[in-house]
């Protein structure tokens, strides 16, 4: 790769210069602010907030199922694992629990949710 302001050959590294970015050699690139574009992609990247385990795709019926046949409504198991009993129900119903949530229901109930392969 050509430098972009010297035109040697060995371009290697990403500059601004002046608001505008070149590909520039080793020498050259300490005449602008160096880009780097992984630290650039990284940033204001949240890390996801519902966690990143893989969840057994029907942990819905799952739950329900196990709940109801331990007896137990959803306003029992909330207390059991102090959860409010409407964030159950939409698990219940999909929504995908955080894995903190379900790590208690994977206890709370004796099943297996989260690691799912
Ligand atoms: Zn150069």
Known sequence: MECELCGRQNANARVEVEGTSLTVCETCSRLGRRLDPMVVEMK????AE??????????????????????????????????????LERVEKGMRPTDALARKLEKALKIKLLDFE
């Open 44 to 47: 204001g990247k949240k890390p």
């Open 50 to 87: 519902i966690g990143t385990s893989s969840i057994n795709p029907k942990f819905a019926t799952i739950v329900m199922n196990v709940r109801k046949k331990l007896g137990m409504s959803i306003e029992e198991l909330g207390k059991r694992i102090n959860e409010k009993a409407s964030v």
